[in-house]
T-cell receptor, first 114, second 114 residues
Framework: DAKTTQPNSMESNEEEPVHLPCNHS???????IHWYRQLPSQGPEYVIH???SNVNNRMASLAIAEDRKSSTLILHRATLRDAAVYYCILRSTYSGAGSYQLTFGKGTKLSVIP | EPEVTQTPSHQVTQMGQEVILRCVPISNHLYFYWYRQILGQKVEFLVS????????KSEIFDDQFSVERPDGSNFTLKIRSTKLEDSAMYFC????????????FGPGTRLTVL
């Protein structure tokens, strides 16, 4: 999987929007952008993924730059339960070596202030 | 909502002993995975399993590790002769397919090797 770069940590006030950035300048045309999060003492949890267009689901929105070299995960109203480590991961649709695994980086630790 | 379950939640063992970690993936999923996370470190891929055989494994997954799907529901990770450095959280995950589909993670088993 291609490399991603995320800030180590971010803070947000409760009930305010949060924009979590991710840079992936070496992304290839077959790479999907996935976001997972890991709440304290839990397993990783899928959040959202996209290829080129912006995506929305019940948990979050994903904004993808036109050149696809960066993306932003948007939590519209942060709650205390959103305090977690957020991982941006590239996954290729190519069914070859490496396609099965998720490669986790250090992610961004999001703190939510009440 | 279907979920991945893991047992036990915490396993304590003596160095050199064999342990078996158990997982029940989501019932209609076809791909199964094991990851581990040493305390304070990144989540690391160990192995993926499809159609009753290993499809991919990392360098960590050496001869002391093995996986099995003994029946239609369970997926196990066996560590033959545990070492102190095997102490970690072990997460099982499953997905409907490989590639860009999301993986669903279990809550993990904390393995402590004394």
């Amino acid at each position: 999987d291609a490399k991603t770069t995320q800030p180590n940590s971010m803070e947000s006030n409760e009930e305010e929007p949060v924009h979590l950035p991710c840079n992936h300048s070496t992304i290839s045309g077959t790479d999907y952008i996935h976001w997972y999060r890991q709440l304290p003492s839990q397993g990783p949890e899928y959040v959202i993924h996209g290829l080129t267009s912006n995506v929305n689901n019940r948990m979050a929105s994903l904004a993808i730059a036109e050149d696809r070299k960066s993306s932003t995960l948007i939590l519209h109203r942060a709650t205390l339960r959103d305090a977690a480590v957020y991982y941006c991961i590239l996954r290729s649709t190519y069914s070859g070596a490496g396609s099965y695994q998720l490669t986790f980086g250090k992610g961004t630790k999001l703190s939510v202030i009440p | 909502e279907p979920e991945v379950t893991q047992t036990p939640s915490h396993q304590v063992t003596q160095m050199g002993q064999e342990v078996i970690l158990r997982c029940v993936p989501i019932s209609n999923h076809l791909y199964f995975y094991w990851y581990r996370q040493i305390l304070g470190q990144k989540v690391e891929f160990l192995v993926s399993f499809y159609n009753n055989e290993i499809s991919e494994k990392s360098e960590i997954f050496d001869d002391q590790f093995s996986v099995e799907r003994p029946d239609g529901s369970n997926f196990t990770l066996k560590i033959r002769s545990t070492k102190l450095e095997d102490s970690a959280m072990y997460f099982c995950a499953s997905s409907e397919s490989s590639g860009y589909n999301e993986q669903f993670f279990g809550p993990g088993t904390r393995l402590t090797v004394l």
